[in-house]
């Protein structure tokens, strides 16, 4: 991948991750206080995580051993995943191979860049999510 025209490459942290509906709603799927990171390599691959500060801890200390409660409430509370990407007309197409959200996996997650200074703001089409059309705002800061 030709990086001399991607400013994607590189590391960048999570300032807000946003739904918004066609009425104006704004809603935080991991907390106004999320934390996470996204990375682009010049050789093509990325990663994201993303995750709600105060999740629980396991009483267990093994990962193994948590319960069915704990595994789901801290699943619920992160979004991952990774594979190779192309930046291109001004959208990045993420090709998930990797995800904390099976269905996923296989499928090209596409997404509107904005880059403002050291800020990238990525953005996805309208999709139906919980019933209700809402469209995903995630802006991220160069680490």
């Not at 990375?39 to 990663?47: F, K, L, V």
Request: charged content about 25%; glycine content about 10%; aromatic content about 10%.
């Amino acid at each position: 991948m030709d990086t001399s025209d991607n400013p994607l490459v590189g590391v960048w942290r999570l300032v807000a991750s946003e739904r918004l509906t066609a009425d104006g709603e704004v809603s935080y799927l991991h907390g106004r206080e999320a934390v996470g990171y996204i990375m682009y390599t010049p050789d093509g691959y990325m990663s994201v995580a993303i995750m709600r500060p105060g999740r629980p801890r396991f009483a267990a200390t093994d990962m193994a051993e948590g319960t069915a409660e704990e595994k789901r409430t801290a699943a619920e509370g992160y979004l991952s995943y990774c594979g190779r990407y192309e930046f291109r007309d001004g959208r990045v197409f993420h090709h998930v191979e990797v995800s904390l959200f099976p269905n996923w996996i296989g499928t090209t997650q596409e997404r509107h860049v904005e880059l403002d200074g050291n800020r990238l703001i990525l953005t996805t089409r309208p999709r139906l999510i919980a019933g209700r059309e809402q469209t995903s705002r995630i802006t991220w800061e160069r680490a």
